[in-house]
């Protein structure tokens, strides 16, 4: 029965890596970025293209910002992946629970580099500081406290309960296979070069459309246009250095986070801080010895 | 297929957080230790923050960013309580698993 189990659980893992390798390798290499699958931009009919007279390369936002230090960036991503992904296995796996703890603590050292990989510094900072300082240390020493390895690591009892498990757990890894082959490829340079000449020709059109008849119209088209490619730009130049904020700060700074924090947050800020204090009140209220403890039934009130 | 390893879109980082939050919910299901599936969950929640933040990288809006941060910080108070329930049924068991917290059944 044990090993009957064991290989339930080593279906399910392989199913799991199965599903990260199709979703990355379902799709063809590189996007085309211009036409594509008709998300936005190609859809707003191009205004009647003049002569860019007055061509302003207006590359406010983008310029510059792309450059191709794209393959080290990639193979430190896969490093960081595998130490996440890897540690998450461990706690899932191990039975002995110190060794699930530090299994967790490599994921989110993982979590923290991917988190530096999208520009949010501030996060990835305080995710070592909160997760792999604060709830770490928690974690170990209740395990200090109660240290008992568990009798079998795989909870289904009985034959039907083992086999509704892994078909339920198939079903559903099956549907997120199914449904990661749908996100948006990784775009090659190749994409991003394309989609960045898109923007460029747009704005070279909205420039040099002010001395068309009706030119309110296509302005509006332009524009509209401006805002399609700028945003397939956006999605295809997924590892340059963002753009800053609208304030001017450098994105995911903690002044940027401060800035939006407590502009549009304050409230939230607030509550969760009273959410902190009835935790650490409501944590120490349930996990105090009672103080007829010698019966050895906890959780009354006392 | 070179493109897909060399070249990293966002693609990866959802496939990425799915894939974790897929691990962290088959601990769920799978472990009876409640500790265990205390650490689950922060595995999911961190799945969770990772989309999230993928997709302010993605869209160019910050206010993920401070979505997340209020995330973590219920993360933390959940792990305290959580933890210190877990410390309060082992001090009337001796006993942390799941499968025999069976009290409250009718």
Not at chain 1, 148 to 158: I, L
Not at chain 2, 22 to 31: E, H, K, Q, S
Not at chain 2, 40 to 65: C, K, P, Q, Y
Request: hydrophobic share 55%; glycine share 8%.
């Amino acid at each position: 029965m044990i090993a009957a189990r064991k290989a339930a659980a080593i279906a399910v893992l392989a199913g799991l890596a199965l599903a990260f390798v199709l979703a990355c390798f379902a799709r063809p290499a590189v996007a085309q970025p211009a036409g594509e699958t008709g998300d936005a931009p190609a859809q707003v009919q191009q205004p009647a293209p003049q002569a860019p007279q007055g061509y302003v390369s207006g590359h406010t936002i983008h310029e510059d910002k792309y450059e191709s230090h794209e393959t080290g960036m990639a193979l430190l991503f896969w490093a960081f992946a595998a130490a996440t992904v890897g540690g998450a296995l461990f706690v899932i796996t191990r039975r002995n629970l110190i060794a699930a703890v530090m299994g967790m603590v490599g994921s989110f050292l993982g979590i923290a580099a991917v988190y530096m990989m999208l520009y949010a510094s501030f996060l990835a900072v305080l995710q070592m500081l909160v997760y792999a300082g604060a709830i770490m240390v928690l974690f170990v020493f209740v395990i200090m406290i109660l240290n008992r390895p568990e009798d079998e690591p795989v909870a289904p009892t009985g034959r039907a309960g083992t086999a509704l498990g892994a078909l339920s757990i198939l079903y559903i890894v099956g549907r997120l296979a199914m449904l990661l082959m749908h996100v948006h490829p990784p775009a090659g340079e190749a994409a991003v070069e394309a989609a960045r000449k898109q923007l460029d020709d747009t704005r070279s059109v909205i420039a040099g459309i002010k001395d068309s008849p009706d030119a309110a119209r296509h302005r509006e088209l332009a524009e509209a246009n401006e805002a399609a490619a700028e945003l397939q730009y956006a999605k295809v130049a997924s590892l340059s250095v963002p753009p800053p904020t609208r304030e001017g700060y450098e994105w995911g700074s903690v002044r940027a986070v401060g800035t939006d924090l407590f502009d549009g947050g304050l409230f939230p800020f607030e509550a969760i801080s009273i959410l902190l204090l009835v935790a650490v009140v409501g944590a120490i209220a349930i996990a105090r010895p009672l103080k007829d403890d010698t019966t050895g039934h906890a959780g009354e009130l006392p | 297929m070179t493109d897909i390893v060399f070249h990293v879109g966002y693609g990866h980082f959802l496939v990425l957080a799915a894939v974790l939050f897929l691990i962290g919910m088959a601990g769920v299901l799978v472990r009876r230790n409640a500790l265990i599936i205390l650490m689950s969950v922060e595995l999911m929640l961190n799945a969770a923050n990772m989309t999230l933040i993928a997709f302010s990288r993605m869209w160019g809006d910050l206010s993920a960013h401070t979505f997340a941060l209020i995330v973590i910080a219920v993360a933390a108070a959940e792990a305290a309580v959580g933890l210190a329930i877990v410390v309060a049924v082992f001090r009337g068991r001796r006993n942390v698993e799941v499968d025999h917290l069976t009290t409250l059944r009718h």
